[in-house]
């Protein structure tokens, strides 16, 4: 059964066993996690960071950007907004193979090492690519 609303709750740990139509959010370790809204049962993880998740708190939660689950059976595609789940096409395989690779790439650039401009930097890196 599709879950229309999350309901947001606060841990340290996220835990083994989540309950479905909860969102359990780790501040400390910067991630959510929540059962798929379409009732699968698939354990979604939605890290927070500059290149994956932005969770919004004003007593609600918002993710974004949406949730797309292309890579599970169920392929369900949804927003979290202000707890309420807004459920958007089903993802296609294609799209959510392109979207995997464009943040996969957008991840590679947000953390790529600035380039290298000291002669010890450069050294180091010669090094570590040789040896
Ligand atoms: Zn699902």
Redesign the pocket.
């Known amino acids: 059964m599709r879950i229309q609303e999350l309901t947001p709750v606060f841990v340290e740990f996220v835990p083994t066993d989540l309950a479905d139509g909860d969102i359990y959010i780790s501040m400390e370790y910067a991630t959510a996690s929540h059962l ?5 049962a ?1 354990r979604v993880v939605t890290p927070f960071g500059p290149a994956d998740w932005v969770l919004t708190f004003d007593g609600t939660v918002t993710l974004s950007p949406s949730v797309g ?1 292309g890579q ?1 059976p ?1 392929r ?1 595609h949804y927003l979290i907004r202000s707890n309420r789940v807004v459920w958007l096409p089903p993802m296609q395989r294609r799209i959510a193979q392109e979207a995997h690779r464009a943040d996969t790439a957008g991840r590679a650039s947000t953390y790529a090492e600035p380039p290298a401009t000291g002669f010890w930097d450069r050294t180091i890196r010669w090094f570590r690519r040789h040896f």
């Open positions: 798929c809204a379409c009732g699968c698939v689950n599970f169920c369900s």
